[in-house]
């Protein structure tokens, strides 16, 4: 049985994405990844609008979510998942470059799983996504009624 859940990263930088699905090549978890380059394209993926409007149906077992995003950050795209009866669900592990407090106090109060910040190392940061991915797209048990396809 596929009991691997889908990821949704939002991250706008192309080397992190790329680094990140070749990370999770290596558990054959890169196929279970959309990637989304800003908050208001997640949201659409999320709302089933604009391009993802005839998406498989579900949530995402897990969303990796950068900080520091265009259009619309990611702290207000925590806020919407968060306060919305059908996403809130959702495991929401922010990675990002931000050590800042303020960004961390604010992510665990709107309601954030897990908050870690990128490695600068090439190595470190491929060990991390790897375990994230395992984590949360295969150990983890998601919350009943979300979807896995």
């Known amino acids: 049985m596929n009991r691997l859940g889908r990821i949704l990263m939002v991250e706008d930088d192309p080397k992190?994405?790329?680094?990140s699905l070749t990370a999770l090549e290596?558990?054959?978890l890169a196929n279970e990844v959309i990637v989304t380059r800003?908050?208001?394209e997640a949201l659409d993926y999320l709302y089933c609008r604009g391009e993802y409007e005839t998406r498989p149906g579900g949530n995402p077992a897990v969303m990796?979510?950068?900080l520091k995003l265009p259009k619309v950050d990611g702290l207000e795209v925590l806020r919407q998942i968060k306060s919305d009866e059908k996403l809130r669900m959702i495991p929401v592990v922010v990675l990002t470059s931000?050590?800042?407090e303020k960004?961390?106090?604010a992510s665990y109060r709107l309601g954030v799983n897990a908050y870690v910040v990128k490695p600068v190392d090439f190595?470190?940061?491929v060990n991390a996504i790897k375990e994230l991915g395992v984590f949360w797209a295969v150990i983890n048990e998601p919350p009943p009624g979300s979807v896995r396809k």
Do not use: P
Not at 16 to 19: M, N, P, R, S
């Open 98 to 100: 931000s050590k800042e």
């Open 26 to 28: 290596d558990y054959n």
């Open 123 to 125: 190595h470190e940061f």
């Open 38 to 40: 800003d908050g208001a």
């Open 64 to 66: 990796l979510l950068d």
């Open 103 to 105: 960004d961390m106090v």
């Open 16 to 19: 992190d994405v790329e680094l």
